[in-house]
């Protein structure tokens, strides 16, 4: 398959490169959804360099992102973490939903991007590792209002110096993403599809319902379109049905709005 082009609509590259120049770490601030991940590769690759990722949730711990010790054949062996390797190797290293964290693990990354950017191999021999000069670290987080995410502390706030935030494109942009990713045949349709998905966002964000669809529910969309799909099926299997899981009340309000748009 081939690959999809990033959009870049608000100039973000542009920023992660002055940041990356200037060896200052970026934090992207955003719901889901809305191409934070897209955005860093795309920007790795412009950059030719090697990207090392992590996706924070309440299972990470400190060994993910230091190392473990392994027992083979009689020997024990120190296996490095990603953080550890990125900073060897001088890599872009993304931190996705780090606000997901435990504290115990944000506060051992906080060792390691504070101006000495090193750390200590407590775990193993206890060297001192000290990132390559062009290391580069972007992190992003979901607002509080998503399910398992906590506000970042200060001093860890305070690592980042540059602050992306990435909301929700205007309509005209995400019609031009999602036809990036379909083919471009049922552009009044998807069309219609962009404006039920604002219509959920903003009442998501005034908190009327408990879900907001993303990017990825528009492209869906129109992907279920090229496949033979009626519009308005699309739209409920795409942006209506998984209201049903807070109650048939919120999951009719949608169906709905859904009808208004698509017909009965």
């Known amino acids: 398959m081939e690959e999809v082009q990033y959009l870049d609509w608000n100039n973000s590259i542009d920023i992660l490169k002055k940041a990356y120049d200037a060896g200052l770490f970026v934090l992207i601030i955003g719901p889901k959804g809305t191409g934070k991940t897209s955005l860093v590769r795309e920007f790795a690759k412009n950059q030719c360099t090697n990207l090392e990722s992590i996706n924070f949730s309440l299972r990470t711990r400190e060994s993910h992102l230091i190392g473990t010790k392994t027992l083979t054949e009689g020997t024990v062996s120190f296996d490095e973490g990603i953080l550890i390797k990125s900073m060897r190797?001088?890599?872009?290293?993304?931190?996705?939903?780090?606000?997901?964290?435990?504290?115990?693990?944000?506060?051992?990354?906080?060792?390691a991007l504070d101006d000495r950017r090193q750390i200590a191999l407590?775990?193993?021999?206890?060297?001192?590792?000290?990132?390559?000069?062009?290391?580069?670290?972007?992190?992003?987080?979901?607002?509080?209002?998503?399910s398992g995410t906590k506000e970042l502390p200060p001093q860890?706030?305070?690592r980042f110096p540059v602050r992306i935030r990435l909301e929700y494109p205007p309509e005209d942009v995400e019609l031009e993403i999602v036809k990036k990713h379909v083919s471009g045949e049922h552009e009044t349709?998807?069309?219609?599809?962009?404006?039920?998905?604002?219509?959920?966002?903003?009442?998501?964000?005034?908190?009327?319902l408990f879900y907001s669809p993303s990017l990825r529910e528009t492209i869906a969309f129109g992907k279920l379109l090229d496949g033979g799909m009626a519009p308005k099926d699309a739209a409920n299997f795409v942006f209506g049905n998984v209201y049903t899981q807070w109650g048939n009340i919120e999951y009719q309000k949608v169906s709905d709005i859904i009808t208004s748009m698509f017909g009965s």
């Open 89 to 111: 190797e001088g890599d872009l290293l993304y931190l996705d939903e780090i606000n997901s964290a435990e504290a115990d693990v944000l506060l051992r990354l906080d060792e």
């Open 156 to 158: 860890l706030l305070s």
């Open 189 to 208: 349709e998807i069309v219609q599809a962009i404006k039920l998905a604002n219509t959920l966002r903003q009442a998501a964000a005034v908190e009327e």
């Open 122 to 146: 407590k775990e193993s021999t206890g060297e001192v590792v000290k990132a390559k000069e062009n290391w580069f670290v972007v992190a992003t987080i979901n607002p509080l209002t998503h």
